[in-house]
């Protein structure tokens, strides 16, 4: 059973930037890629970014530009920088797997975008 433990979230204003990190209990280079999701109030979850085993990046179009995602392969640990933050960013952020695994959901974190 893999754990996903994120951090980071919290209240910025728009133009802001948050961190947010995804600490795993396994390997990360075991899996063949990784990703963070998001789910706003009364809209389905969605995949805004994701890395591959070999690194390789993509983006949601709502995201591109704005956002990075990263990893540290010897922290377990995955990152989503969030730059120029929205108020249509506001949601609980989750990381998971790509594809993903239900049940490696974790308990998320909340990112809020308003002034």
């Known amino acids: 059973q893999v754990q996903l433990v994120e951090s980071g979230g919290g209240l910025v204003q728009p133009g802001g930037s948050l961190r947010l990190s995804c600490v795993a209990s396994?390997?990360?280079?075991?899996?063949?890629?990784m990703g963070w999701y998001r789910q706003a109030p009364g809209k389905q979850r969605e995949l805004v970014a994701s890395?591959?085993?070999?690194?390789?990046?993509n983006y949601a179009d709502s995201v591109k530009g704005r956002f990075t995602i990263s990893r540290d392969i010897a922290k377990n640990t995955v990152y989503l920088q969030m730059n120029s933050l929205k108020p249509e960013d506001t949601a609980v952020y989750y990381c998971?797997?790509?594809?993903?695994?239900?049940?490696?959901w974790g308990q998320g974190t909340q990112v809020t975008v308003s002034s």
């Open positions: 998971n797997l790509v594809p993903l695994y239900p049940r490696y």
């Open positions: 396994t390997s990360i280079f075991s899996f063949n890629g």
């Open positions: 890395i591959t085993r070999g690194a390789g990046t």
